[in-house]
């Protein structure tokens, strides 16, 4: 039986070469379906994706796995839509399993000004084929059937929108599986090295200073969630990006009780059960900067708290692992996706809460314009000027977990 065992490299090692026509710093979700789309799609492999730990190692290991296109204006909802889109067919395109499972998601409403924004939603969603609905209290039971209404008598669900469209696609495997994929069209993926500098030379990014020495570049990307504003002060640029701590949890596993995803626009709460049992649940931002990636006991107690009032059976859940990933956070809780100022240096930026959501279409479109120059309309309003030029795109609403 030996002989007929088919072993698969999924992550060839390679040489790190003294210049790439483009060099992506940052081994996550985005950078790495950077480097596919730019190999699969136009042809140039050229590529080095560098991570200074191993890749899936920042926020893409740290995300709860949503994928939704539940956006709130004319610009986001189309942009996510069409990732949503492009992640049901994300493990045929890749050859590699990325666990997608659609199962909906509920968000309920427990005051009359979150019920009107969400109305708005859904209203915006039918101009674009986004199947989301507005449910009365008593749907909302018939979707799931576990919810308190009465929120433990302190604030009572006065209806909800549902997303039936809403999945879940394991993290890990789409950052296996994008650079698996990119790694067999000729990517090399780096390990280990981290960028300690960004050469600028008359306006223009020449290349990247490293721990294994310098890599000249025709072109630099930043997919480097977290630490963007980091990455962009070697460059001489200022971005408009604050560094903020999303927590998450997860209980030990139990049998198959949840189907989809819960949340709340008042409590700022969401959860959900993983393939394997456990239930996660994620809350808000912290309300203030910082680079910590260390979970915090107050985010724990108020967002079980919050849950059980929700998900009154969650009371005898055990929690078994805390986490905390970092977000870059705009002032309009939009992306950054294209060049900055810098000529050559380009950015995958500004995320927040939803890097994971949009890296497909972040890493086809702006593969198309490294490959092109050509900017793809979907993320044309998120150019990295449009704070000088006074055209935000304000969407913190569709986070619930921004204030």
């Known amino acids: 039986m030996t002989g007929l065992l088919r072993r698969r490299e999924f992550l060839s090692r390679r040489e790190l070469k003294p210049r790439y026509d483009v060099v992506i710093v940052g081994g996550g979700v985005n950078g790495l379906s950077l480097a596919f789309h730019l190999a699969e799609y136009h042809g140039v492999r050229d590529v080095a994706v560098l991570e200074r730990h191993y890749i899936g190692s920042g926020g893409s290991g740290r ?5 939704r296109a539940t956006y709130n204006t004319t610009e986001t909802v189309p942009l996510y839509a069409t990732s949503l889109g492009m992640y049901r067919t994300l493990s045929q395109e890749l050859d590699y399993n990325i666990l997608f499972s659609t199962q909906g998601n509920l968000d309920l409403c427990h005051s009359t000004d979150t019920l009107q924004v969400e109305r708005e939603k859904v209203a915006i969603h039918r101009q674009y084929g986004v199947h989301t609905e507005m449910l009365t209290p008593d749907q909302v039971l018939e979707v799931c059937p576990l919810v308190d209404l009465t929120a433990g008598g302190e604030l009572p669900v006065i209806g909800a929108s549902y997303h039936p469209p809403g999945a879940f696609a394991r993290h890990d495997s789409v950052v296996w599986g994008y650079a698996a994929a990119a790694n067999r069209r000729g990517v090399d993926i780096h390990e280990g090295v981290e960028v300690t500098g960004v050469e600028v ?16 570049a025709g072109r630099v ?9 980091e990455l962009a002060r070697m460059a001489g640029v200022r971005l408009p990006i604050e560094t903020m701590a999303l927590q998450a949890f997860v209980t030990e596993a139990y049998r198959p009780v949840l ?3 819960v949340s709340s626009m008042d409590l700022y709460v969401y959860t959900q059960q993983t393939a394997r049992g456990e239930l996660v649940v994620g809350g808000e931002t912290l309300p203030y900067n910082t680079y910590s990636t260390r979970s915090t006991f107050d985010f724990a107690a108020e967002t079980a708290k919050r849950t059980i009032q929700l998900l009154p059976f969650m009371a005898k859940a055990r ?10 956070m705009t002032p309009d809780s939009s992306p950054l996706l294209g060049e900055s100022e810098v000529r050559n240096f380009f950015l995958m930026s500004g995320m927040g809460t939803w890097g994971f959501k949009g890296a497909p279409i972040f890493g086809k479109t ?15 309003p998120f150019a990295p000027d449009r704070f000088r030029n006074d055209r935000m795109v304000p969407d913190a609403a569709s986070a619930g977990t921004h204030r």
């Open 63 to 67: 995300n709860t796995q949503v994928v």
């Open 201 to 216: 030379a008359n306006g223009v990014c020449t290349g990247v200073r490293t721990t294994s020495g310098p890599i000249a």
């Open 221 to 229: 990307v930043s997919a480097v969630a977290g630490y963007s504003s």
């Open 259 to 261: 189907w989809g995803l």
């Open 319 to 328: 929690l078994m692992r805390q986490w905390t990933g970092l977000c870059d």
């Open 366 to 380: 702006m593969a198309e314009m490294l490959a092109t120059g050509t900017v793809n309309p979907l993320i044309a």
